[in-house]
């Protein structure tokens, strides 16, 4: 097979210059390229910190996840690498948007109450986009702690995106009653804090559309807060209602 090494200054069109004890000892079939940009190799914290999420929630052999409009959902005991993992994407989409808000769900909405799932917000309180998902089903069926690393700094780089604590990220979190729900919280805040500078806030039991305004509001710099999401409830529903009239015919009434 052909091996690839790297050596600094070298480039497509000028190849690095080797030492002369060096060269003879490389095989015919060596390619050399330039070596990847810093923002692709973010530094031994933010390594640590990714390889030490994966190893914790470890994918269960011929378990696969795939993301689609209701998110991640399985069985809720088997949803915790899934969700971890979800944890590093959310945050990674809050670095890739300037530090915007973004959110995380844990639900399995109509679904058995033995089921889980996990979606993810984006900053706009719309779902995530979808440009997103191949990379999410990857890194939710990566089979190594190792592979999984691999995967981010090649996302971060392709993305543009800089690792390692230089912008910061936020990701609200909610989940609903089931049983599993307190702890795959938890393992999703061990996610999101795989990526050095990301901060998590729990904001309760809620439902994914409480979630989803909440997200847009906070990013309008409006009040996101779950009495304030029924203010707006209320206040919206007696400006409908105030200004309409009631007129009776017989036993109908018609509101007009």
């Known amino acids: 097979s052909t091996s690839t090494l790297t050596f600094p200054g070298s480039s497509p069109t000028q190849p690095a210059r080797l030492a002369p004890h060096i060269a003879p000892l490389l095989p015919t079939t060596v390619q050399i390229r330039p070596l990847l940009p810093a923002m692709a190799d973010p530094g031994g914290s933010q390594r640590t910190a990714l390889l030490a999420a994966a190893s ?3 994918v269960p052999d011929g378990a696969t996840f795939s993301y689609g409009t209701a998110g991640f959902r399985a069985d809720g005991s088997t949803m915790a690498p899934a969700v971890c993992r979800a944890g ?3 945050a990674l989409r809050s670095v890739k948007l300037g530090g915007a808000a973004v959110g995380l769900v ?5 679904n058995p109450v033995g089921d889980n799932g996990v979606k993810i917000v984006d900053a706009d309180g719309g779902m995530m986009s979808q440009a997103w998902e191949p990379f999410s089903d990857a890194l939710a069926n990566a089979p190594t702690p190792d592979a ?3 995967l981010v700094l090649q996302f971060a780089k392709d993305e543009g995106i800089t690792l390692g604590g230089a912008h910061s990220a936020q990701v609200l979190l909610a989940r609903d009653t089931r049983p599993t729900g307190e702890y795959l919280l938890d393992v999703a805040t061990k996610g999101i804090s795989a990526i050095v500078g990301s901060v ?3 904001m309760g039991i809620l439902t994914t559309p409480q979630l989803h305004w909440m997200v847009r509001n906070k990013n309008r710099g409006l009040k996101a807060s779950e009495a304030d999401y029924f203010t707006q409830i209320t206040e919206s529903f007696r400006s409908f209602v105030i200004p309409a009239r009631v007129i009776s015919h017989g036993e109908h009434c018609i509101i007009c």
């Open 88 to 90: 590093i994407v959310a």
């Open 56 to 58: 914790l929630f470890p």
């Open 148 to 150: 999984l690393l691999q």
């Open 200 to 202: 998590a806030l729990d």
């Open 106 to 110: 844990i639900t399995a909405s109509h």
